[in-house]
């Protein structure tokens, strides 16, 4: 989270603004010494505004394809957490529209352009429809599923597993977030210990080093 400071005539600080990261560009120098100067701009079509390099202070770790914004503690598990949120929306989805497996109907026979248009009916109103329907097809029609079945890959073991890497990517032992699967009274004193330990104090001894460094 980026600080913005704003001076007094006399360049002393006064006061200390936390700003969204995604509103702010890092301007490069010509001669690829770092920064120039940043941008910042909450929307795409709105107004630009410029602040030397003096005046922000980003937190962020070392990026070696991003060196002059470096990254924030979620990004190494993006892809997890995107593969995550994925998956709650396909769960949403199954309860709210309820069980519409993607497949074909196969037959034999030939079809009349009505009696196609009859079965058609009838599946769009059962897979449009807001509670559980009875879908019955005639004429010989089969359904065959094309799609994966959730269970065929590991659904919840998935999401186990990107719970996991993210918890990782912030240095968040499990039992700070109620997973007490494997966690006994002495387990969690040590991983509590362990978070405070490994996690916060780096963390703001980072921070407090930033702060002196940029006042």
Do not use: C
């Not at 240095?171 to 996690?199: C, I, M, S, W």
Request: proline share 7%; net charge positive.
């Amino acid at each position: 989270m980026p600080l913005l400071r704003t001076l007094r005539k006399g360049r002393k600080p006064m006061e200390l603004w936390a700003l969204r990261p995604d509103y702010l560009t890092p301007i490069p120098r010509k001669d690829g010494g770092g920064v120039d100067h940043w941008e910042f701009q909450v929307k795409k079509w709105g107004r630009k505004k410029q602040f030397t390099v003096d005046r922000i202070l980003p937190f962020g770790y070392a990026d070696p394809t991003n060196p002059l914004f470096g990254m924030g503690s979620l990004e190494p598990a993006t892809d997890d957490l995107r593969q995550d949120l994925a998956m709650v929306k396909w769960n949403l989805d199954f309860f709210e529209h309820g069980l519409t497996p993607q497949g074909v109907f196969r037959t034999d026979q030939t079809l009349q352009p009505y009696q196609a248009k009859e079965v058609a009916e009838q599946i769009r109103e059962f897979l449009l429809g807001n509670q559980r329907r009875v879908l019955v097809l005639g004429k010989g029609l089969t359904w065959e599923t094309v799609s994966t079945d959730p269970k065929d890959v590991e659904f919840l073991a998935g999401r186990a597993e990107n719970r996991q890497a993210v918890l990782a990517a912030l240095g968040v032992p499990p039992v700070k977030v109620g997973l007490l699967e494997h966690a006994k009274y002495d387990n969690y004193r040590l991983q509590a210990e362990a978070f405070h330990r490994d996690t916060i104090l780096p963390k703001l001894r980072k921070i407090e080093g930033a702060l002196d460094l940029f006042l």
